[in-house]
């Protein structure tokens, strides 16, 4: 016989209350102050306000610091088939106008911000990637793959795990990596972005597969590459560098520190020589740190460096350090620059905002003593919504050089 256990009902800090009813969907567990009972992984917490009254209801991961991520707040509401359902209809129709043939690879889902918190879902064509960040989803997965399937009609969904919930999932009989629907994949998958085909390693790529969210800085880099020599710092696959050979650069450098995502990059590559502007491109790839490469003096100058680095600040207290590094990057990368050249600086960290990474890329620039103009400030693209502040991670600036 099953016992049912009655609700788990939690009460929270006033701050932590206030940050809820503002529209955050975290609660740590260092603001839980009560609790009716130990909760298991995946179960609905259910958080009452100091007037005992419904405040919010979400996914109850006994594993995390962030303890409940929150799926609705408001009024109490029922969790059914319809409203999953109706969540996930939510979350197609922002991206209706992006499926199109020449574009097959973006994003369906992304995580809190489209109100499935820690859940991320990828299409490449006839791939669906899910991405999990918390255990919690583990006994929710078998419902929400049936409504995908059901929805999307794909032919296979693989299942990748953020590094600290393998374990976890390992003993609730999940991999990272594992085909959850359809057949095993045996050929690489491909997808088009804007025209242009890619590889992405769905099974043991970096994130699930590819960077999708660099997708529209890649088209503005197509349109500024023309007659352009290329460096493309932190390259991953190419995407940057395909784009501008697509645009009519006339070289293309990758440089990365993972082979794999080089032997990416070249595949990327071959896969559009049918494209006259690709096939007459030079494209070199260097294996290296980049910033050692960066250190060392070259007589190698190019028209347009992009610089789109891994997070450099994983915590706020590494914040102060990412914005010093990053402008250490930018002076070096000036350094290989050429008069009338076009500098691309992207950030991934959440810790450092838009606002403070803009004025760190224009104070290195000005230290450098070059003459410039910002072209253009963007965040993020439509299939990545940010809807709070920890959310929003994505920031590129444009810059012409002139002098
Ligand atoms: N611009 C890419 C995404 C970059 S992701 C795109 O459009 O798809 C960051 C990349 O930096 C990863 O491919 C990672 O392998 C690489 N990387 C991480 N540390 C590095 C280092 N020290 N030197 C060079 N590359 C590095």
Redesign the pocket.
């Known amino acids: 016989m099953t016992i049912k256990l009655p609700a788990l009902k939690l009460r929270i800090t006033p701050p932590a209350e206030s940050a809820v009813r503002d529209g955050h969907p975290w609660i740590f567990s260092n603001s839980i102050t009560k609790q009716n009972r130990d909760g298991v992984s995946g179960e609905y917490a259910v958080v009452y306000d100091r007037n005992n009254e419904f405040l919010c209801i979400g996914l109850y991961d006994p594993f995390s610091p962030l303890r409940v991520r929150v799926l609705h707040a408001g009024k109490p509401i029922t969790l059914d088939g319809a409203w999953w359902r109706a969540r996930f209809e939510r979350a197609l129709r922002l991206r209706t106008d992006l499926a199109t043939p020449q574009t097959t690879g973006f994003r369906y889902c992304n995580g809190e911000s489209d109100g499935w918190p820690g859940f991320v879902l990828d299409r490449y064509d006839t791939t669906l990637v899910i991405k999990l960040y918390s255990t919690a989803w583990f006994s929710h997965l078998n419902r929400l793959l049936e409504l995908i399937v059901d929805r999307l009609a794909p032919e296979s969904i693989v299942l990748r795990l953020s590094r600290n919930i393998q374990q976890t999932a390992e003993e609730a009989g999940l991999a990272d990596g594992q085909v959850s629907f359809g057949p095993p994949i045996q050929k690489p998958v491909t997808f088009f972005e804007n025209g242009l085909l890619f590889h992405a390693d769905v099974i043991r790529g ?1 994130k699930t597969g ?2 999708l969210d ?1 997708r529209e800085n ?1 088209k503005k880099v197509q349109g500024l590459a023309e007659h352009r020599d290329v460096l ?6 190419g ?2 560098s395909l784009y501008a050979a697509a645009g009519g650069a006339r070289s293309a450098t990758d ?4 082979r794999h ?1 080089l032997e990416q990059a070249k595949q990327n590559f071959g896969l559009n020589q049918s494209d006259s502007n690709v096939a007459r491109c030079e494209h070199y790839v260097i294996q ?4 050692e ?1 960066l250190e060392n003096p070259s007589p190698a100058s190019y028209d347009l460096i ?1 610089l ?3 997070s450099m600040a994983k915590k706020e207290i590494e914040r102060t350090e990412a914005i010093r590094a990053y402008g250490h990057l930018v002076k070096q990368a000036l350094l290989r620059l050429r008069k009338q050249g076009i500098l691309v600086a ?1 950030s ?1 960290s959440a810790h450092v905002s838009a606002e403070e990474f803009f004025e760190a890329i224009q104070a290195a620039i000005r230290r450098s003593r070059r003459t410039f103009e910002v072209l253009k400030t963007t965040r993020h693209p439509q299939d990545h919504p940010a809807a709070f502040r920890e959310a929003s991670y994505l920031k590129c600036l444009y810059a012409r050089i002139s002098d």
Do not use: H, K, T, Y
Request: charged residues 15%; hydrophobic residues 55%; aromatic residues 24%.
């Open positions: 970096q590819f960077f660099q890649r493309n710092v932190f390259s991953f696959a995407g940057f440089l990365d520190i993972s995502a290296a740190d980049a910033f490469w992009v789109d680095p891994p992207a991934c």
